[in-house]
């Protein structure tokens, strides 16, 4: 082979070529061109390896002479610029080359050999010369001629260019691809590859979390998206948990009215399949608490991209301030069906429980506080429970968590269908899912359905038709709520002494027929999208969408479970109706020889939920056998019923902007009007504009081999949350059945806040600034983003003066909160391309700081209440939202000496407003204010008493890392989650302290589970005889002053919440397809997976993941329980 | 051609669509609540005034019942009722707690704050500003019910105020509706004379719309008086507390019941009552409780509340003060408690119904409230003609108590004179939770309970304190009663 270069002559656009070729590769004499001329080369074509190879031989020739010399029947071709040459497809008709054809077939297959299906196979620069590979990843098609080349794409996996010569038969192995770039992602309602988008956003493929043992796909995101942070308060079957994202922006002004602890913490927005579902919306009608998006099915998810920045979350306006997440359900393939059946089956295993003490050790334990403490009066009047060892009745050792907790099942059955022909795909599938909870008479089972269809009306308009439902049904137990799942408090079980008749047993046990608790939730939902291409770029689509969500639950309890014997009958049916409708109206367009790409939206979109309620509600039923709300006397009986609707009516406009594919703008605007605010203030907007720059696309970073990609990105923008409140602008009043002497009564609503007709959207705004580097050859991507929001002006209650009959008043308060952090996300590839073992490994770290920016009144702080009054939340400037303010526990007072004396008294140390005077083995509690009393608040005006700000629950960094290992046929994938730098309370072991005094008598302390306390280092009087005697502990004495000294408004109680806990590992296997093949399958893949497998953490609750949004640890909540299973599946 | 024709189709149909979903859409997004009425809609009508007006006399109903309030600072406060282990919170209000207001756990948003009385207050501003604006033909009465529904508003607006006063001292007074929620101005205490002047000319308007033909649960023209008489009482003013008793009893078709139907003041709509409260119990309308007045009963009236735990029963003490002489009412008022080891409890609020018999621990308590009654009145008049230096008249209005109640005539004249109205007024009007007041108005409170020092009478010490801790945060300007910033 022969190259002989020489500088080209002078002149601008007449820039002078001298080559001499023979049969060299076409990129070789491009670059030879390009050296000679200083012009840039810019591929449209994705791969021109496979171009035919040229024997050029030119002297001075211009430049265009050349290049033109250079295309002659190649399936490119070229452009010229001042400065670039621009190479790509060359665009012939279908027409001109049917005269050629020649047939080819072939097949394509994954990396384990397995049939790729619906992989696209097009013709090299032939435009709509395209098939798809059917069930058996067979395709026919006819080319050019022996020239052509095809190339072979499937998503998830890198692209083939295969020159066609005179093979007729291809077999094709693909390879997958780790970085996914070339993916789309849908921001809004443009489509943008992966690599141009200039937003931050993370994508999980359906792959990752399918057969994954949970009811819902938001849990199995836990430790896969950087800046999610995923706290399982509950481990409830069919129960949602926390999902924020790059930090919290709500603040919960009642937390003991909350009905769903989830609600506590802002919410992302859920645009499902093009549906946008507002979860705080549908909370909001809910009767059941069951999650209600847990009717999806996981092993439908193709894809779930978490949006998280401004430039993809303004483009939902109203709605996207915390974030937006997409869901993209799988679509049918093309071919002759394929039937996938997929089962797995496993154990749910109850945790380790609270360590306590029964039977014999519980009695040694009490008898030795009531001896060591009491005094000798005391000693003679022990209650018998304690004394009275023989007695049947109180010699039991009754575990009482025993009777609640057991092991279940868990068990999924998945069948779908997928075929396609040249008018239509479709996929249909069927769920089952069955969960048994780990507490008794719980549980969650779902059944559920979807089609997707998509039509091809004509060539230039296409049709789809996603149609779901599912039913949901939940098993609620016999607890009271959230923080009590057992019907008797965690806190406050009785002593292990007592002994349980055979009805208890029954009860406990959920064998109790007569009791009914339905909780059923049904969801049904219709989109459809037709796409019309009107004429050159310019495109339509009508989307619209009917959903409807019928959540009911019916109740009934018999007389002989009610303390005054009344037995009651409820009915509760929600239905939550939307509809939507939106107007697309798109243009695409390149400019200058595709140096210039444009593509611009407009949307005109409107949104309508209605909200109905029938509530019926009967004391005293007649019988036992009527379960129903059904012959009652009048006076027992209520009904109501109820109606809210909801509208918004959207405009936006979306521009992305690229110049040769390295330069790229994207900007968005949006207005909404939403019938939730003002008259006058209803419409907002939010406008976005973010950049890129692919700087390894650069000519001087071009030759930087180890630097595959890098591309830096900003954003800022605004985007907003409306109220959950449907007709937050309005004083409405109440009219309650109550009367006054007969006379039906009115009056405002002075228990909520006044609110104002002016109230509009709060706005957040965010700035990001990101970066993605992808390295050597791909084997280590870093994606960087750190972010700024900041929520101005949020919709909340505010003291207001009492002299206008409210007290609140609730307003966009000019205030402001701060979310500053980074996303981290690594992935590497550990081992060579070549290896057979493959070990990939993914870290995903997020780093929140949350804090109040400002408050109105000169920023003056105000406190509320948390869970259960434990402690104050004090809200102040540069402090989170929900941090605490507690009295700080310093130790054990072990001589009377060491408490503080007034020195203007003379009088010790006090508690509680002066009415303890300190004692040995009281705790010590600084004296804050100095006033020589140490108590949580004043009454003399003062608020804060001796508090002081101390823990934070809000983590400040979650994350995940994830390790897969794939061997032939084998893989094994680990996933650990972790959360770092948060504070919890372990409430639980608080009240249980508090058992040990006598709030009704030494009675109740006989009567009362307690700690374990054999390792605890308490302080007694005859230890303090050592005067260097240091406690460990307060005194435990049953008898002594309480002042509530062990509820957790010290920091006696607080510890880290930090944990690292191995949430997933799944075994997979997937047998030889030869061996499967004799059976007439596709495929059979086994697995096993374990859930929720071990934690490592600090402090002493049984799971620090296990602590609500405020960080409290009850003890009452549902357990995470683990979670073993196996499961087949099947292709054919 | 035709491939044109299809084209312009299509666009024309997209706009189509795109302009009839915009059009409808429009519409939609002006919603108005469907599912309660609301400010801007609701002062349309005499209909909806009237149930505003029912609705301020429900609040008031609600507030003296909220944590039995009403009986805290009228009875309780006055030291009249021992308290069973169930109300250990309560025990640092009486004496033997040194009436120590300030400590009321679980009971601060009741006793130390006063909200909720001004949720009635702007419900009555509501009335009496918005009504004027609403056309006659509006009122099914005519004029005729506006102007009545309006006076009504005045009187409880007075009557609240003067409650108020009475309970915590000074209070904020706002006088009409306020206009600018974004804008109220900060408000400090108003002193007592203005506040008073403010109730006065509420209650002056409220007499002359109002008659005498309303049930005794609203307010009518003898209610206003009797109120006036009361304030000017407290101001006193005692000429015109007098004048204003006298116009209740001469010009009223009141009168007072006989001892043998003495019970019948409770029961409701009596002769001698001027104003009360429903809370008579029927089936639909759940306007009587269990809880209020059942804190006086025991069994067999409370069936299977044996022993006084859950009871207030009178504080023994009284028994030997003022109920030494034999009487006929004492037998009315006053029963054993059942297990209660000697004690006595109430027996005013008796009317107790077991509704479902098959539930014996669900019932409520029938009775009224009486808010303000003819006996009431008579002492009144007693007191300030004793005042205004007409002794023996002093003694005719004494005596006519004390007839009924079978007593003796009274006969002394001095100061003794006065304590003993006060006396006649601890015994005649125990549990209507007005003593209290009288304590206080009539100087009694040094003399009787050694708690009362001169300084905390000077510094007023037997009002109520406010909650700060709340209330400071909703106006900068609000100051604490003064004996309760060092006690």
């Given at each position: 082979?022969?190259?002989?270069?020489?500088?080209?002559?002078?002149?601008?656009?007449?820039?002078?070529?001298?080559?001499?070729?023979?049969?060299?590769?076409?990129?070789?004499?491009?670059?030879?061109?390009?050296?000679?001329?200083?012009?840039?080369?810019?591929?449209?074509?994705?791969?021109?390896?496979?171009?035919?190879?040229?024997t050029i031989k030119v002297h001075d020739a211009t430049l265009d002479d050349a290049l033109r010399l250079c295309f002659v029947n190649q399936p490119f071709e070229y452009s010229l610029d001042t400065k670039t040459i621009i190479v790509s497809e060359k665009k012939v008709t279908l027409l001109d080359e049917v005269l050629k054809a020649i047939s080819i077939s072939g097949r394509v297959l994954d990396e384990t050999g397995q049939p790729l299906i619906a992989a696209s196979v097009r013709e090299l620069g032939v435009t709509g010369n395209a098939v798809q590979t059917n069930s058996k990843g067979e395709f026919n098609m006819s080319v050019a001629g022996a020239e052509s080349s095809i190339v072979v794409s499937f998503i998830g996996y890198n692209s083939q260019t295969i020159k066609v010569g005179s093979e007729k038969s291809f077999t094709i192995k693909m390879q997958p691809n780790e970085t996914i770039l070339k993916d789309a992602v849908i921001i809004g309602y443009q489509k943008q590859s992966l690599r141009k988008t200039t937003s931050a956003v993370q994508m999980i493929t359906g792959k990752q979390i399918e057969n994954l043992p949970a009811p819902s796909f938001e849990s199995l995101l836990q430790g896969r998206v950087a800046g999610v942070n995923i706290q399982n308060f509950t481990g409830e079957p069919g129960a949602r948990n926390t999902f924020t994202i790059r930090g919290n922006t709500t603040i919960s002004t009642d937390l003991n009215s909350e009905i769903d602890l989830a609600n506590t913490l802002s919410s992302p927005l859920y645009i499902i399949d093009g549906i946008p579902i507002s979860i705080t919306d549908l909370a909001g009608s809910n009767a059941t608490g069951s999650n209600a998006i847990a009717g999806i099915n996981v092993n439908d998810i193709e894809s779930i991209v978490v949006q998280k920045d401004a430039a993809a979350t303004a483009v939902w306006g109203s709605r996207g301030a915390n974030g937006v997440i997409v869901i993209k359900t799988k679509k049918g393939l093309s071919g002759s069906p394929i039937v996938r059946l997929s089962y797995y089956t496993g154990v749910t295993q109850r945790p380790e429980l609270q360590r306590t003490v029964a039977g014999a050790e519980e009695r040694r334990q009490k008898m030795g506080l009531i001896n060591?403490?009491?005094?000798?009066?005391?000693?003679?009047?022990?209650?018998?429970?304690?004394?009275?060892?023989?007695?049947?009745?109180?010699?039991?050792?009754?575990?009482?968590?025993?009777?609640?907790?057991?092991?279940?099942?868990?068990?999924?059955?998945?069948?779908?269908?997928?075929?396609?022909?040249?008018?239509?795909?479709?996929?249909?599938?069927?769920?089952?899912?069955?969960?048994?909870?780990?507490?008794?008479?719980?549980?969650?089972?779902?059944?559920?359905?979807?089609?997707?269809?998509?039509?091809?009306?004509?060539?230039?308009?296409?049709?789809?038709?996603?149609?779901?439902?599912?039913?949901?049904?939940?098993?609620?137990?016999?607890?009271?709520?959230?923080?009590?799942?057992?019907?008797?408090?965690?806190?406050?079980?009785?002593?292990?002494?007592?002994?349980?008749?055979?009805?208890?047993?029954?009860?406990?046990?959920?064998?109790?027929?007569?009791?009914?608790?339905?909780?059923?939730?049904?969801?049904?939902?219709?989109?459809?999208?037709?796409?019309?291409?009107?004429?050159?770029?310019?495109?339509?689509?009508?989307?619209?969408?009917?959903?409807?969500?019928?959540?009911?639950?019916?109740?009934?309890?018999?007389?002989?479970?009610?303390?005054?014997?009344?037995?009651?009958?409820?009915?509760?049916?929600?239905?939550?109706?939307?509809?939507?409708?939106?107007?697309?109206?798109?243009?695409?367009?390149?400019?200058?020889?595709?140096?210039?790409?444009?593509?611009?939206?407009?949307?005109?979109?409107?949104?309508?939920?209605?909200?109905?309620?029938?509530?019926?509600?009967?004391?005293?039923?007649?019988?036992?056998?009527?379960?129903?709300?059904?012959?009652?006397?009048?006076?027992?009986?209520?009904?109501?019923?109820?109606?809210?609707?909801?509208?918004?009516l959207s405009f936006t406009g979306q521009l992305s902007y690229d110049y040769l594919g390295r330069y790229l703008l994207s900007a968005s605007y949006r207005t909404d009007a939403s019938s939730r605010f003002g008259k006058d203030t209803k419409w907002g907007s939010f406008p976005a504009v973010s950049v890129g720059w692919i700087a390894s696309d650069e000519t001087f970073l071009k030759d930087v081999k180890w630097l595959s990609q890098l591309k830096l990105r900003g954003s800022y923008g605004l985007s907003g949350t409306q109220p959950t409140d449907f007709y937050a602008p309005f004083n409405v009043w109440d009219t309650p059945q109550t009367t006054y002497d007969g006379s039906s009564v009115a009056m405002p609503s002075f228990k909520k806040p006044l609110t104002l007709p002016n109230l509009t959207w709060n706005k957040s705004s965010q700035g990001n600034i990101g970066a993605d580097i992808y390295l050597f050859d791909n084997r280590l991507n870093v994606t960087v983003d750190f972010y700024r929001k900041e929520t101005k002006n949020p919709i909340f209650e505010f003291d207001f003066p009492f002299y206008t009959g409210y007290t609140k008043l609730s307003y966009n308060v000019p205030m402001n909160i701060l979310n500053e952090g980074m996303d981290l996300s690594i992935q590497t590839r550990n081992l060579g391309k070549e290896s057979p073992l493959q070990w990939t490994t993914n870290l995903n770290l997020g780093y929140n700081k949350n804090r109040i920016g400002s408050l109105p009144f000169g920023n003056r702080s105000f406190s509320m209440s948390s869970r259960d009054f434990n402690q104050n939340l004090l809200f102040t400037v540069g402090s989170p939202i929900y941090g605490w303010s507690q009295m700080l526990y310093q130790g054990v007072y072990n001589q009377l000496t060491d408490i503080p004396v007034n020195p203007i008294t003379g009088k010790v140390l006090t508690y509680f407003k002066g009415n303890y005077a300190g004692k040995a083995g009281f705790p010590n509690w600084k004296d804050v204010n100095g006033d020589y009393d140490?108590?949580?608040?004043?009454?003399?005006?003062?608020?804060?008493?001796?508090?002081?700000?101390?823990?934070?629950?809000?983590?400040?960094?979650?994350?995940?890392?994830?390790?897969?290992?794939?061997?032939?046929?084998?893989?094994?994938?680990?996933?650990?989650?972790?959360?770092?730098?948060?504070?919890?309370?372990?409430?639980?072991?608080?009240?249980?302290?508090?058992?040990?005094?006598?709030?009704?008598?030494?009675?109740n302390f006989a009567n009362s589970r307690l700690p374990d306390l054999s390792k605890v280092d308490y302080w007694t009087p005859t230890k303090a005889l050592d005067p260097n005697y240091k406690a460990a502990f307060p005194s435990l004495s049953p008898y002594s002053d309480n002042f509530y000294q062990f509820l957790p408004f010290s920091t006696m109680w607080n510890e880290k919440g930090d944990y690292f806990k191995i949430k997933t590992i799944t075994v997979g296997y997937q047998l030889d397809p030869k061996l499967v093949g004799r059976l007439g399958l596709k495929g059979v893949r086994v697995y096993g997976i374990m859930d929720n497998i071990m934690t490592f953490q600090s402090s002493n609750v049984p799971d620090a993941e296990l602590v609500t949004p405020q960080g409290e640890y009850s003890g009452g909540s549902y357990p995470l329980p683990k979670k073993v299973t196996l499961g087949l599946e099947v292709t054919f | 051609?035709?491939?044109?024709?299809?084209?312009?189709?299509?666009?024309?149909?997209?706009?189509?669509?795109?302009?009839?979903?915009?059009?409808?859409?429009?519409?939609?997004?002006?919603?108005?609540?469907?599912?309660?009425?609301?400010?801007?809609?609701?002062?349309?009508?005499?209909?909806?005034?009237?149930?505003?007006?029912?609705?301020?006399?429900?609040?008031?109903?609600?507030?003296?019942?909220?944590?039995?309030?009403?009986?805290?600072?009228?009875?309780?406060?006055?030291?009249?009722?021992?308290?069973?282990?169930?109300?250990?919170?309560?025990?640092?209000?009486?004496?033997?707690?040194?009436?120590?207001?300030?400590?009321?756990?679980?009971?601060?948003?009741?006793?130390?704050?006063?909200?909720?009385?001004?949720?009635?207050?702007?419900?009555?501003?509501?009335?009496?500003?918005?009504?004027?604006?609403?056309?006659?033909?509006?009122?099914?009465?005519?004029?005729?019910?506006?102007?009545?529904?309006?006076?009504?508003?005045?009187?409880?607006?007075?009557?609240?105020?003067?409650?108020?006063?009475?309970?915590?001292?000074?209070?904020?007074?706002?006088?009409?509706?306020?206009?600018?929620?974004?804008?109220?101005?900060?408000?400090?205490?108003?002193?007592?004379?203005?506040?008073?002047?403010?109730?006065?000319?509420?209650?002056?308007?409220?007499?002359?719309?109002?008659?005498?033909?309303?049930?005794?649960?609203?307010?009518?023209?003898?209610?206003?008086?009797?109120?006036?008489?009361?304030?000017?009482?407290?101001?006193?003013?005692?000429?015109n507390a007098e004048k204003y008793c006298d116009s209740v009893i001469q010009d009223s078709p009141l009168a007072l019941e006989t001892i043998e139907d003495y019970k019948k003041i409770w029961e409701g709509n009596s002769q001698e009552s001027i104003l009360e409260l429903n809370m008579k119990y029927d089936a639909i309308s759940n306007e009587a409780t269990a809880d209020f007045?059942?804190?006086?009963?025991?069994?067999?009236?409370?069936?299977?509340?044996?022993?006084?735990?859950?009871?207030?029963?009178?504080?023994?003490?009284?028994?030997?003060?003022?109920?030494?002489?034999?009487?006929?009412?004492?037998?009315?008022?006053?029963?054993?408690?059942?297990?209660?080891?000697?004690?006595?409890?109430?027996?005013?609020?008796?009317?107790?119904?077991?509704?479902?018999?098959?539930?014996?621990?669900?019932?409520?308590?029938?009775?009224?409230?009486?808010?303000?009654?003819?006996?009431?009145?008579?002492?009144?008049?007693?007191?300030?003609?004793?005042?205004?230096?007409?002794?023996?008249?002093?003694?005719?209005?004494?005596?006519?108590?004390?007839?009924?109640?079978?007593?003796?005539?009274?006969?002394?004249?001095?100061?003794?004179?006065?304590?003993?109205?006060?006396?006649?007024?601890?015994?005649?009007?125990?549990?209507?939770?007005?003593?209290?007041?009288?304590?206080?108005?009539?100087?009694?409170?040094?003399?009787?309970?050694?708690?009362?020092?001169?300084?905390?009478?000077?510094?007023?010490?037997?009002?109520?304190?406010?909650?700060?801790?709340?209330?400071?945060?909703?106006?900068?300007?609000?100051?604490?009663?003064?004996?309760?910033?060092?006690?």
């Amino acid at each position: 082979m022969l190259a002989f270069l020489q500088a080209g002559a002078s002149g601008y656009a007449q820039k002078k070529v001298t080559l001499s070729e023979n049969n060299v590769s076409l990129k070789k004499v491009l670059k030879a061109i390009t050296k000679q001329t200083n012009y840039d080369l810019v591929f449209i074509a994705t791969d021109i390896s496979n171009a035919k190879p040229i024997t050029i031989k030119v002297h001075d020739a211009t430049l265009d002479d050349a290049l033109r010399l250079c295309f002659v029947n190649q399936p490119f071709e070229y452009s010229l610029d001042t400065k670039t040459i621009i190479v790509s497809e060359k665009k012939v008709t279908l027409l001109d080359e049917v005269l050629k054809a020649i047939s080819i077939s072939g097949r394509v297959l994954d990396e384990t050999g397995q049939p790729l299906i619906a992989a696209s196979v097009r013709e090299l620069g032939v435009t709509g010369n395209a098939v798809q590979t059917n069930s058996k990843g067979e395709f026919n098609m006819s080319v050019a001629g022996a020239e052509s080349s095809i190339v072979v794409s499937f998503i998830g996996y890198n692209s083939q260019t295969i020159k066609v010569g005179s093979e007729k038969s291809f077999t094709i192995k693909m390879q997958p691809n780790e970085t996914i770039l070339k993916d789309a992602v849908i921001i809004g309602y443009q489509k943008q590859s992966l690599r141009k988008t200039t937003s931050a956003v993370q994508m999980i493929t359906g792959k990752q979390i399918e057969n994954l043992p949970a009811p819902s796909f938001e849990s199995l995101l836990q430790g896969r998206v950087a800046g999610v942070n995923i706290q399982n308060f509950t481990g409830e079957p069919g129960a949602r948990n926390t999902f924020t994202i790059r930090g919290n922006t709500t603040i919960s002004t009642d937390l003991n009215s909350e009905i769903d602890l989830a609600n506590t913490l802002s919410s992302p927005l859920y645009i499902i399949d093009g549906i946008p579902i507002s979860i705080t919306d549908l909370a909001g009608s809910n009767a059941t608490g069951s999650n209600a998006i847990a009717g999806i099915n996981v092993n439908d998810i193709e894809s779930i991209v978490v949006q998280k920045d401004a430039a993809a979350t303004a483009v939902w306006g109203s709605r996207g301030a915390n974030g937006v997440i997409v869901i993209k359900t799988k679509k049918g393939l093309s071919g002759s069906p394929i039937v996938r059946l997929s089962y797995y089956t496993g154990v749910t295993q109850r945790p380790e429980l609270q360590r306590t003490v029964a039977g014999a050790e519980e009695r040694r334990q009490k008898m030795g506080l009531i001896n060591e403490y009491g005094t000798f009066a005391q000693l003679a009047n022990i209650p018998q429970m304690l004394t009275d060892s023989l007695n049947p009745s109180y010699n039991n050792a009754t575990d009482w968590q025993d009777l609640f907790y057991k092991s279940g099942r868990v068990s999924n059955y998945d069948v779908n269908i997928s075929a396609g022909t040249d008018i239509m795909n479709y996929r249909l599938s069927v769920n089952y899912y069955d969960e048994d909870g780990i507490v008794r008479n719980t549980g969650f089972n779902r059944y559920s359905m979807r089609g997707n269809f998509d039509f091809k009306l004509s060539p230039k308009a296409t049709s789809n038709l996603v149609v779901s439902a599912s039913r949901m049904n939940r098993k609620r137990g016999l607890g009271r709520g959230i923080d009590q799942i057992v019907p008797i408090s965690a806190s406050s079980m009785p002593a292990s002494f007592v002994k349980l008749a055979d009805a208890d047993y029954d009860f406990y046990y959920g064998q109790y027929d007569k009791l009914r608790d339905d909780n059923q939730t049904d969801q049904i939902s219709f989109y459809s999208q037709t796409d019309v291409d009107l004429f050159k770029g310019f495109r339509y689509s009508l989307q619209g969408s009917v959903s409807a969500l019928l959540d009911n639950r019916d109740r009934f309890q018999p007389k002989e479970l009610d303390a005054n014997g009344v037995s009651f009958a409820e009915s509760d049916h929600n239905i939550n109706s939307s509809y939507y409708l939106a107007n697309v109206l798109s243009y695409n367009k390149s400019f200058d020889e595709g140096k210039h790409n444009l593509n611009l939206v407009g949307i005109q979109s409107f949104d309508f939920t209605n909200v109905k309620r029938t509530y019926a509600y009967g004391s005293n039923i007649p019988t036992d056998d009527i379960h129903v709300v059904q012959g009652s006397p009048q006076r027992d009986v209520f009904g109501s019923s109820n109606l809210k609707k909801s509208a918004m009516l959207s405009f936006t406009g979306q521009l992305s902007y690229d110049y040769l594919g390295r330069y790229l703008l994207s900007a968005s605007y949006r207005t909404d009007a939403s019938s939730r605010f003002g008259k006058d203030t209803k419409w907002g907007s939010f406008p976005a504009v973010s950049v890129g720059w692919i700087a390894s696309d650069e000519t001087f970073l071009k030759d930087v081999k180890w630097l595959s990609q890098l591309k830096l990105r900003g954003s800022y923008g605004l985007s907003g949350t409306q109220p959950t409140d449907f007709y937050a602008p309005f004083n409405v009043w109440d009219t309650p059945q109550t009367t006054y002497d007969g006379s039906s009564v009115a009056m405002p609503s002075f228990k909520k806040p006044l609110t104002l007709p002016n109230l509009t959207w709060n706005k957040s705004s965010q700035g990001n600034i990101g970066a993605d580097i992808y390295l050597f050859d791909n084997r280590l991507n870093v994606t960087v983003d750190f972010y700024r929001k900041e929520t101005k002006n949020p919709i909340f209650e505010f003291d207001f003066p009492f002299y206008t009959g409210y007290t609140k008043l609730s307003y966009n308060v000019p205030m402001n909160i701060l979310n500053e952090g980074m996303d981290l996300s690594i992935q590497t590839r550990n081992l060579g391309k070549e290896s057979p073992l493959q070990w990939t490994t993914n870290l995903n770290l997020g780093y929140n700081k949350n804090r109040i920016g400002s408050l109105p009144f000169g920023n003056r702080s105000f406190s509320m209440s948390s869970r259960d009054f434990n402690q104050n939340l004090l809200f102040t400037v540069g402090s989170p939202i929900y941090g605490w303010s507690q009295m700080l526990y310093q130790g054990v007072y072990n001589q009377l000496t060491d408490i503080p004396v007034n020195p203007i008294t003379g009088k010790v140390l006090t508690y509680f407003k002066g009415n303890y005077a300190g004692k040995a083995g009281f705790p010590n509690w600084k004296d804050v204010n100095g006033d020589y009393d140490v108590w949580s608040d004043e009454d003399k005006g003062a608020q804060d008493g001796d508090l002081v700000p101390t823990g934070d629950p809000n983590p400040r960094f979650t994350g995940g890392i994830y390790n897969e290992f794939t061997w032939k046929r084998f893989s094994l994938g680990v996933l650990g989650i972790f959360t770092f730098k948060r504070d919890i309370i372990n409430t639980f072991l608080s009240n249980e302290y508090a058992n040990v005094f006598n709030f009704g008598g030494i009675a109740n302390f006989a009567n009362s589970r307690l700690p374990d306390l054999s390792k605890v280092d308490y302080w007694t009087p005859t230890k303090a005889l050592d005067p260097n005697y240091k406690a460990a502990f307060p005194s435990l004495s049953p008898y002594s002053d309480n002042f509530y000294q062990f509820l957790p408004f010290s920091t006696m109680w607080n510890e880290k919440g930090d944990y690292f806990k191995i949430k997933t590992i799944t075994v997979g296997y997937q047998l030889d397809p030869k061996l499967v093949g004799r059976l007439g399958l596709k495929g059979v893949r086994v697995y096993g997976i374990m859930d929720n497998i071990m934690t490592f953490q600090s402090s002493n609750v049984p799971d620090a993941e296990l602590v609500t949004p405020q960080g409290e640890y009850s003890g009452g909540s549902y357990p995470l329980p683990k979670k073993v299973t196996l499961g087949l599946e099947v292709t054919f | 051609m035709m491939r044109k024709y299809i084209k312009q189709t299509w666009i024309i149909g997209v706009f189509a669509v795109m302009a009839a979903t915009l059009l409808s859409c429009k519409k939609q997004i002006n919603l108005a609540p469907e599912n309660a009425t609301y400010d801007e809609v609701f002062w349309v009508d005499g209909s909806n005034v009237d149930k505003a007006l029912s609705g301020s006399y429900s609040m008031l109903r609600d507030a003296f019942r909220a944590d039995n309030s009403y009986f805290i600072f009228g009875d309780i406060a006055a030291n009249n009722f021992a308290l069973g282990s169930d109300f250990w919170n309560y025990t640092s209000f009486i004496e033997s707690g040194h009436f120590n207001f300030n400590y009321a756990p679980y009971l601060e948003s009741s006793v130390k704050n006063w909200s909720r009385f001004y949720a009635i207050i702007t419900q009555c501003h509501q009335i009496i500003d918005k009504s004027p604006g609403i056309p006659d033909s509006k009122f099914d009465g005519g004029a005729e019910q506006k102007k009545r529904l309006i006076g009504e508003a005045k009187f409880l607006r007075a009557y609240v105020y003067f409650y108020m006063q009475r309970v915590w001292g000074d209070v904020i007074l706002t006088k009409t509706t306020f206009k600018d929620p974004q804008n109220i101005p900060p408000a400090g205490r108003a002193p007592e004379s203005e506040t008073l002047e403010f109730c006065l000319s509420d209650l002056q308007s409220a007499s002359a719309m109002l008659d005498n033909s309303a049930n005794k649960t609203h307010a009518n023209k003898m209610s206003a008086l009797a109120l006036m008489a009361h304030v000017y009482a407290w101001k006193k003013d005692y000429t015109n507390a007098e004048k204003y008793c006298d116009s209740v009893i001469q010009d009223s078709p009141l009168a007072l019941e006989t001892i043998e139907d003495y019970k019948k003041i409770w029961e409701g709509n009596s002769q001698e009552s001027i104003l009360e409260l429903n809370m008579k119990y029927d089936a639909i309308s759940n306007e009587a409780t269990a809880d209020f007045f059942s804190r006086f009963l025991t069994a067999p009236y409370i069936k299977g509340r044996d022993g006084v735990n859950s009871s207030w029963p009178i504080n023994p003490d009284l028994e030997n003060e003022i109920f030494s002489e034999p009487e006929l009412r004492k037998g009315i008022i006053m029963e054993d408690a059942a297990g209660g080891g000697g004690l006595k409890i109430l027996t005013k609020y008796t009317n107790v119904n077991y509704f479902d018999p098959n539930n014996s621990n669900s019932y409520v308590v029938s009775n009224n409230l009486v808010l303000l009654r003819l006996a009431d009145i008579y002492l009144l008049r007693a007191e300030a003609r004793y005042k205004n230096g007409k002794t023996g008249d002093a003694l005719l209005d004494l005596n006519v108590i004390r007839e009924r109640a079978g007593l003796a005539d009274y006969e002394e004249t001095g100061s003794e004179l006065f304590d003993e109205i006060a006396n006649e007024r601890r015994r005649e009007l125990i549990g209507e939770g007005c003593i209290q007041f009288d304590l206080i108005r009539m100087e009694q409170l040094p003399k009787l309970f050694s708690d009362y020092t001169i300084d905390r009478i000077a510094k007023k010490g037997y009002f109520w304190p406010l909650d700060m801790r709340t209330l400071l945060k909703q106006d900068e300007l609000l100051t604490q009663n003064e004996w309760w910033n060092n006690n």
